[in-house]
Nanobody, 119 residues
């Protein structure tokens, strides 16, 4: 059974830091690219950061220089280090695993972890 379980969310003051984790099981973590998304109330889901199987990273402009995505294939775990947090970073953060198979994208999603940044 495929599972992605996020943890590490919480309430933090503006300027603070949080580290999110996503524990993966039930599939081959190492052959999947990974991503963090977030969804704020009343807003569309937003791609925050991605990391390829080889470790190449990409970030949304809004988080560049503040967030760092990383992965530990030995632990089947994805991370998101979030520094200098702003109230606009508030939302549910979701872990995503994806890969292309014969022209079709296969996606797995976690349930999300709430991040709330107070001003």
């Amino acid at each position: 059974q495929v599972q992605l379980v996020e943890s590490g969310g919480g309430l933090v003051q503006a300027g603070g830091s949080l580290r999110l984790s996503c524990a993966a099981s039930g599939f081959d973590f190492s052959i999947n690219a990974m991503a963090w998304y977030r969804q704020a109330p009343g807003k569309q889901r937003e791609l925050v950061a991605t990391i390829s199987t080889g470790g190449t990273t990409n970030y949304a402009d809004s988080v560049k220089g503040r967030f760092t995505i990383s992965r530990d294939n030995a632990k089947n775990t994805l991370y998101l280090q979030m520094n200098s947090l702003k109230p606009d970073d508030t939302g549910v953060y979701l872990c995503n695993a994806f890969r292309w198979v014969q022209g079709r994208m296969i996606n797995y999603w976690g349930q999300g972890t709430q991040v709330t940044v107070s001003s």
